[in-house]
């Protein structure tokens, strides 16, 4: 084999995980790897952590111009946990996520762009039936990886803060008994 022949094949080889992200792709989010963490404070004493699971949606990734990216999401309201089945069942019921009416929630991006070195992912979020926009920032796409069965596997985790006041979620429960910032961070791994 000549040098130059063995030099493209070795430079094809080392480039095949970058030239993932080299284009366009798409990119299908991983509901058993994915989740919504998320804490509030409680009585202004303490802070209160929970999880949503059941995250499912579509990644349009385009690396050489974010711009054209684009997100949609919905993780499965049931599924909310605060390792406390009391509180939980009340999480569940009309005061706060409603499931038997919004069973989900929803997120579908409106733009994506660089900002200060990380992504920044702008979109309408719809919880308990209203929609408002909301802001995130993003850590990665991390470099594609074969995953098992030899599918591409990437994470990212994006985080941000919501007012429960701009969706009328817990109404009955002013600050300070309930605080009204939400923090909060998706990790997500998506496969293509």
Do not use: C
């Amino acid at each position: 084999m000549n040098r130059r022949l063995f030099t493209a094949l070795v430079t094809g080889l080392l480039l095949t995980g970058a030239q993932a992200f080299a284009q366009s792709s798409t990119w299908t989010i991983d509901k058993n790897h994915s989740q919504i963490n998320f804490q509030i404070r409680h009585m202004g004493v303490s802070n209160v952590r929970g999880s949503i699971s059941g995250v499912t949606g579509t990644i349009v990734w385009d690396d050489k111009d974010p711009s054209k990216s684009s997100v949609t999401a919905t993780a499965d309201t049931t599924t909310v946990t605060t390792n406390n089945e009391a509180r939980d069942k009340h999480l569940k019921s009309p005061d706060f996520f409603n499931v038997e009416k919004f069973p989900t929630l929803a997120f579908k991006s409106t733009s994506v762009k660089r900002a200060n070195g990380k992504l920044e992912i702008t979109g309408d979020l719809t919880l308990d039936g209203v929609t408002k926009p909301i802001t995130f920032q993003v850590d990665g796409p991390s470099a594609p990886q074969k995953g098992m069965g030899g599918k591409l596997v990437t994470g990212l985790s994006a985080s941000g803060t919501l007012k429960r006041s701009d969706y009328n979620f817990g109404s009955k429960f002013a600050a300070p008994i309930l605080g009204d910032e939400v923090i909060f961070t998706i990790d997500v791994e998506a496969n293509q």
